[in-house]
């Protein structure tokens, strides 16, 4: 018990961290400075995210024999989804 509650604190104190120093920083001026540390800050909850969802495929399976690689599939749908996130607040904001 003590090495999972070991592990999982290493494990999602960098993204903790991460989310942390890019909320501070965003109150920065610059537009541009503002993006990037939005940017990053939405890549932690995308990683978030695909954590979670791995953690949810893995408890339950849903095929016997997958001949895909799922996990990598999640990953990659969670971060394209931000990434279209992303740029759609970079086209709001700058579209002036």
């Not at 791995?54 to 394209?80: A, D, M, R, W, Y």
Request: net charge positive.
């Amino acid at each position: 018990m003590k090495e999972t509650v070991l592990n999982f604190l290493k494990r999602y104190s960098i993204l903790v961290v991460a989310f942390l120093i890019a909320t501070i920083l965003a109150k920065l001026e610059q537009p541009e400075v503002r993006t990037i540390l939005l940017a990053s800050l939405l890549e932690c909850f995308a990683i978030a995210f695909s954590s979670f969802a791995s953690f949810v495929f893995t408890k339950v399976q849903f095929s016997e024999k997958p001949e895909t690689p799922n996990l990598g599939l999640i990953f990659l749908g969670v971060h394209i989804c931000f990434g279209f996130f992303v740029l759609a607040l970079y086209l709001a904001q700058y579209a002036n």
